[in-house]
């Protein structure tokens, strides 16, 4: 019989740890079926990424219902994310010339793409490849890399005849094969950052209430800010989804992925409503060895300005196959949320991996893991500089609020927050104790399941509408569900009204099954 060796004491075993940062889940084949969604929100998905780079609208119209109907069975508000592809430039069509499929170029050779060419070949001896995409033929100049297929080949520009070709030289050859991606990490290119096809989608998912837009390739605050616009008058149209005291503003998430937006940050941070560090086009357009640097800054900036910020790509990359992750995959996903990440994301893994549940589940095992460390030590984050001013004073009550839980010992902290300003603010403040977040709005309540720490709860006030009615609603429910026990301190925060969407004014302390010293406003 074996005999297990006991593990020492600082090594946490995280498995009643309850997990602060949320899941973010790619939906694909092998994940969108009803039963499929229910089982991931079960396992600790808190938002669906829908990838508007595969598929047509169809099938995301299909994905959209199947999480709706899958929702309810599992009690907890998930938000939907539409992540919008943006100018993705590919080489066109690629015959199989060579043997094992498309057109083997060597290092040292030369390769020509040509304005115009529909179908790649070979003239003489020189590749000609055609692109769906102009302005390479413009912008890029001599002396410029040229990436296929995430760098896996890699050229040097050294001629180009503006608008009609553009000469390469391989400096590390391989396969190229139709639709690979093309990334031109030193060219200055003029494009727009939302194409015809991000706008339909835009459009279909403002139809269908998707309640995060994800936009691609950001290169400056502008971009967001014409995004916001056009969304603004989109929402204001398609009032389908619309809720009059949540706002019809549908949140964007910047993509950070491009160099070009590592020179522009703080100011793409300040617009946006969040943050995903795409480590893939960003791992092609820079050095590797430079992203986990600017991973680590851009969590830390995200932090300064008080957005929620996810780490996405190739995160558990080796289970789209096999039933474990590596070893230094785990590590990846443990070192996002040391980082303080907010979220982390599965793309391929769950879109057309071979478990989708299991992924998931090993994810928020290491997450859990992972944080029930950090808990153990003298944790006093620093609360987010840019939202101390005027006029943010949720802001500086969120931060008042962390003191008295962390004096009080508290357990919970709830908070009825109706447009989930206010849970922002209070999971930006790192409580690491569990925010239950009420709000009488499903829109407000997913997306909220985006913030870290926030468990959304969709609640009408109750009956009475006075915060004692609420207070003795809310100490049957955490009694009932196991949130909290008796003799438990939970710090409250609401605003009166109770369901108003008024900055919050009353912070007051519970002692849980101890009416005489517990939270009783009227």
Known sequence: ???????????????????????VATLGPASDAPETIRRLIESGVSVFRLNFSHGD??????????????????????AILGDLQGPKIRVGAVPDLDEGGGILVETGSAVEFRSGVVEAFRDD?????????????????????VLINDGAVRMLAVDHDPGRSLRCTVTFGGRITTKKGINLPDS??????????????????VEHGVDYFALSFVRTADEIEELKHRLSEMCSVERKFADPEVGLQIPV????????????????INSADGIMVARGDLGVEMDAAQVPVAQKHIVSQCARFGKPCIVATQMLESMITAGSPTRAEASDVANAIFDGADAVMLSGE??????????????????QVAEAQIDRQDHAPVPPEHLQEFPYRSAALAQGAWHIARAADAALVIVWSQRGGMARYLSQNDFRIPILACTSSPITARRMALFGGVTPLRIDPPPGGTLA??????????????????????VMIAAKPLGSVTAQDTLSILRVGDAESGFRPR
Do not use: Y
């Open 125 to 145: 001896t020189l590749p000609v490849f055609g692109t769906g995409f102009d302005r390479i033929f413009h912008d890029v100049e001599p002396g410029q890399r």
């Open 253 to 268: 998430i910047a993509k950070i992925e491009k160099p070009q937006a590592l020179r522009n940050l703080d100011a793409i």
């Open 469 to 490: 009615d609420w207070t003795d609603q809310m100490e049957s429910f955490v009694l009932e569900t196991g949130m909290a026990k008796q003799g438990d301190a939970i």
């Open 1 to 23: 019989m074996s005999v297990q060796t006991a593990l020492p004491e600082w090594l946490p075993a995280g498995a009643d740890h309850p997990a602060h940062a949320k899941i």
């Open 350 to 367: 769950t879109a057309v991996g071979a478990h989708p549940v299991l992924v998931v589940d090993t994810m928020r095992r290491i997450v």
């Open 188 to 205: 200055d290119l003029k494009f727009p950052a939302i194409t015809d096809k991000d706008w339909e989608c835009v459009a279909w998912g």
């Open 57 to 78: 609208l169809a099938e995301q119209t299909r994905r959209i219902n199947n999480i709706r109907e899958a929702m309810p069975e599992t009690g907890r508000p998930v």
